[in-house]
């Protein structure tokens, strides 16, 4: 049986990359609607989806304040693999509309194991966002995903440019399944889809946003005196991430009900940053109209 969606916010990680989740690319010919996996069937289709987080997350790094989020998105997927989305993010507690994420792409199959995607994404910062990410405003992505039938692997690249300039690469191994059995009828399920993921890259962006945010040195105690040392280390590519994620999804012929554990390790943090070990929760859900 085939199954659908590609996470982009990131995703990424997304794309929403700010938050470590992706929205969801779902299309197929067959009604199964799958949150947090990585085969997409061409089919035109149009989701739609909205999704808490617990703390935003931005390539293994998070800001110095914890930042819960609700995010909003659109995405529609082309018979031909073209997709174009968009995306809204309110972090609790501050301003009505934090950012606006839009952009598309396009999937491609090698082969039954063999399946990418490529796309751009342009966020859109209110002036007084403060989550981590606020520093990049362009993000270039490409996504090659292998299926070994005993874990499937993927590597993304990303290339982010605005007030910073980064470069990521993440490689994720995970393993997708579900029970064979049903929860209240025959057209519903239950599918986990747990995985490993290291990300490797620069961290530019926390230079920037040190920089952005002075007027917060005090309270954030991220503010780095535009430290050449710094500067220097930031520029270097190196280890940032590791995490685990078990995400455990809830299925009806057009929904999914989604909910997601994640612990995560940095490494190689930048010294005013002062991350830490950190689980991570998300519940998501997602309707799927084709």
Known sequence: MKYLCLLFLITGCNALYATGIKPTLITGSCPHVVADTDTIIRKQSVSVGVNYGSDALFFGRTSPVKYPFVTGDIIYN?????????????????????EVDIGGGYFYKFSKQFSGAVSYTRFIFNKNANVIKSASSNDINLKNSYDWKFLKTSVITDYLFGKSNDFFVTVTNSKYFETSWSIFDDKDYLSFNPSFNFITGTQNFVQRYSLDHRFQNEVDNIYVHNDPNSARYNRRFKMLNYSFKLPVAYNRPHYTFEASWRYSMPVNVEGALENRRESFFNFTFYYLFY
């Open 78 to 98: 082309s018979k031909p693999g073209l997709f174009v989305y968009g995306s809204v993010l309110k972090v609790l507690g501050y301003r009505p509309i934090d």
